[in-house]
């Protein structure tokens, strides 16, 4: 068992663009519940994968980093699932809080309990992976159900700490008409919402199945057309202030 003072983690980005607003120092952290078919990082499943690294040595890296945030950039935790390290990810949290630094967490939605809690009031934007509003569907593309994902989203919302949609497109999957639909209709009277992300299926990572000796399931589906894509941010457009493809 990590000490409270470390981290486990797969990567790190600097310059990040498309987690969180601004410009933004990424964290991508060792282990996962889910077992998304589309997932790009399989790599980042095993909780005793990657390695470790101090708070201390993390912070020090954002602060290195601060003069490029600008305002509204900061330091994004992601995964992997960072909630599986939500004792240590608070510290953190609160040590970057302490030098002025914006906090962003994405996260699959899959742990609420008073930890996670805690953890997302020292989060000033949750990024929320939204995999399917079909809870049948949902437990075919990431073994699991989506009833936690659903009650991270309600907690955000009593809350009324800003948070983000994102959404993974993927063709004959997740792009039905009636679940887009019924997915902006759950979250039409979320206040805290700014804005849900459309990110379009890709397979940059088969590699890294193959490479982990696993069949890929998808194996047949393409990335999703402009069309495709323009559809749908038409349907999330009638419920949502703003959405962007990433």
């Known amino acids: ?27 991508f952290t060792q282990g996962c519940q889910f077992r998304c078919l589309y ?12 390695h470790t690294i101090s708070i201390d040595e993390l912070v020090q890296r954002a602060l290195s980093e601060k003069p490029f945030f600008g305002r509204r950039g900061g330091v994004t935790i992601s995964g992997g699932e960072p909630t599986l390290q939500r004792v240590p990810l608070l510290e953190l949290f609160r ?13 699959n939605g899959r742990l609420l309990n008073d930890e996670v809690k805690a953890l997302l009031e020292e989060t000033d ?16 593309l990431t073994g699991v159900s989506n009833e936690s994902v659903l009650q991270v989203a309600a907690h955000r919302e009593s809350t009324g700490k800003p948070m983000w949609l994102r959404y993974v497109l993927v063709p004959g999957w ?24 459309i990110q379009p299926y890709h397979r940059l990572g088969v590699h890294k199945w193959a490479a982990l000796n696993m069949p890929y399931e998808l194996e047949e589906v393409q990335p999703p057309l402009r069309e495709q894509l323009s559809e749908v941010a038409g349907i999330f457009g009638q419920y949502f202030r703003e959405v962007v493809v990433n």
């Open 125 to 140: 934007y949750l990024l929320l992976d939204v995999k399917h509003i079909n809870n049948d569907i949902h437990k075919r």
């Open 1 to 27: 068992m990590l000490p409270a003072t470390h981290i486990r983690i797969h990567s790190i980005e600097s310059f990040g663009t498309h987690d969180g607003p601004g410009i933004r120092l990424v964290v």
């Open 39 to 50: 997932c790009a990082n399989p790599d980042t499943w095993d909780p005793h994968g990657g």
């Open 95 to 107: 040590q970057l809080h302490a030098y002025g630094i914006n906090t962003a967490l994405d996260s």
């Open 174 to 197: 997740t792009d039905q008409p009636e679940y887009l639909h019924a997915l902006g209709q759950h979250f039409a009277g979320y206040r805290s919402i700014e804005k849900l992300e």
